[in-house]
């Protein structure tokens, strides 16, 4: 009987803090993993201003939380969550977050897309009440940057929009020892977990970077597998051709690895 072909190394580009059980989940399964951070969330020089939104969460109708990662700086300054206020998120990876936390569909209101496939603020936007927001106070819990589309949304509605920060996000800085590294798995055929635009852009950057036009080419030739359709719609606007993708959330990232 012929040797089962070997697997391709599964390359987890998520911040390291989000990283960690995705890797062991595909390491139980039976892949080889390679953690490779393309973005570093950061801790805010000037946490006062969340500090002061999340201590007057009862005056808001809904608090929406663009990402797992403005849910964990979030609950870091809270101790519980007022079940009167609903909640937004974007996909099944925030819903996971949240239930970390001790809020689930049992204890709180959640929206979230009805497409799973389709989990961005777009998508969100459509999910929610807009009517029954008119006038209504909301907040958005986010990155220092990104997207403005949701509260944009939101204000044309008429919901009374406020934004608060919770973290930042920073590439990772250049170095030789990673650009020796992104070369090695460039070379390789690997399958790549991207979960963000911004993330495949900085991909792309460092490996520019680099300065070897065929490590690009090579880059471009690897395989994505994505939990959006906006990231795959960047991947395919980037030259990225092989894109897979998937519901959000990890469950469906391994099993479309499977």
Same mark, same amino acid.
């Given at each position: 009987?012929?040797?089962?072909?070997?697997?391709?190394? %599964?390359?987890?580009?998520?911040?390291?803090?989000?990283?960690?059980?995705?890797?062991?989940?595909?390491?139980?399964?039976?892949?080889?993993?390679?953690?490779? $951070?393309?973005?570093?969330?950061?801790?805010?020089?000037?946490?006062?201003?969340?500090?002061? /939104? *999340?201590?007057?969460?009862?005056?808001?109708?809904? %608090?929406?939380?663009?990402?797992?990662?403005?849910?964990?700086?979030?609950?870091?300054?809270? &101790?519980?969550? $007022?079940?009167?206020?609903?909640? &937004?998120?974007?996909?099944?990876?925030?819903?996971?977050?949240?239930?970390?936390?001790?809020?689930?569909?049992?204890?709180?209101?959640?929206?979230?897309?009805?497409? $799973? /496939?389709?989990?961005?603020?777009?998508?969100?936007?459509?999910?929610?009440?807009?009517?029954?927001?008119?006038?209504?106070? %909301?907040?958005?819990?986010?990155?220092?940057?990104?997207?403005?589309?949701?509260?944009?949304?939101?204000?044309? &509605?008429?919901?009374?929009?406020?934004?608060?920060?919770?973290?930042?996000?920073?590439?990772?800085?250049?170095?030789? /020892?990673?650009?020796?590294?992104?070369?090695?798995?460039?070379?390789?055929?690997?399958?790549?977990?991207?979960?963000?635009?911004?993330?495949?852009?900085?991909?792309?950057? *460092?490996?520019?970077?680099?300065?070897?036009?065929?490590? %690009?080419?090579?880059?471009?030739?690897?395989? *994505?597998?994505?939990?959006? &359709?906006?990231?795959?719609?960047?991947?395919?606007?980037?030259?990225?051709?092989?894109?897979?993708?998937?519901?959000?959330?990890?469950?469906?990232?391994?099993?479309?690895?499977?």
């Amino acid at each position: 009987m012929d040797p089962m072909p070997e697997l391709s190394p %599964v390359v987890v580009t998520r911040p390291l803090a989000q990283a960690d059980q995705l890797a062991a989940s595909l390491t139980a399964a039976g892949r080889r993993v390679e953690v490779l $951070p393309l973005l570093q969330i950061l801790p805010l020089p000037d946490a006062a201003p969340l500090q002061a /939104e *999340l201590a007057r969460l009862s005056r808001y109708r809904l %608090v929406a939380f663009v990402s797992p990662n403005a849910i964990d700086a979030a609950f870091a300054h809270l &101790a519980a969550w $007022p079940a009167q206020v609903a909640i &937004a998120v974007m996909g099944q990876g925030s819903r996971d977050a949240l239930a970390r936390h001790g809020v689930t569909a049992a204890n709180a209101t959640i929206f979230s897309p009805l497409d $799973p /496939e389709r989990s961005d603020s777009t998508t969100l936007f459509a999910a929610l009440d807009a009517a029954a927001l008119r006038s209504a106070p %909301v907040l958005i819990v986010r990155g220092d940057s990104g997207r403005q589309f949701l509260a944009e949304a939101l204000q044309a &509605a008429g919901a009374e929009v406020t934004q608060v920060a919770a973290y930042r996000r920073a590439a990772p800085e250049f170095s030789p /020892e990673l650009g020796r590294r992104l070369a090695e798995l460039a070379a390789r055929s690997c399958d790549w977990i991207i979960t963000s635009s911004e993330a495949l852009r900085v991909l792309l950057a *460092l490996i520019r970077h680099i300065g070897e036009p065929d490590i %690009v080419v090579k880059m471009l030739q690897q395989h *994505l597998i994505v939990p959006h &359709a906006r990231i795959a719609q960047t991947a395919r606007e980037l030259g990225f051709g092989k894109i897979t993708l998937t519901a959000s959330g990890d469950e469906a990232l391994i099993a479309a690895l499977q």
